[in-house]
C-alpha cells in the first residue's frame, strides 16, 4: 500500500479502542493479536483480489 491516511484525534480514539479491544479477545497478547490480524488481512485481500478480478475482462491473447 502507497497511501499515507491521516487521522484526526476522534478518529485516532476509536481506532485505539478498537485495538485495545482486539488485543483483549486475545488475552492481552499482542504478539497473538498481531498474527491474528496478519491472517485477517490475508484472507480480506484474496476476497478482494478475486472479486475485482471477476469484475475485470481478462485480456485477450494473441493467437
Known amino acids: 500500500m502507497d497511501q499515507i491516511v491521516r ?3 476522534r478518529q485516532e480514539a476509536v481506532l485505539q479502542a478498537t485495538a485495545d479491544k ?3 479477545l486475545h488475552k492481552g497478547d499482542a504478539v497473538k493479536a ?3 490480524m496478519i491472517v485477517l488481512n490475508g484472507h480480506l485481500q484474496q476476497r ?3 472479486l475485482s478480478g471477476s469484475r475485470q475482462k481478462p485480456p485477450l491473447l494473441p493467437g
Do not use: G, P
Open 34 to 36: 498481531l498474527k491474528e
Open 22 to 24: 482486539f488485543i483483549a
Open 7 to 9: 487521522l484526526d484525534s
Open 48 to 50: 478482494l483480489d478475486a
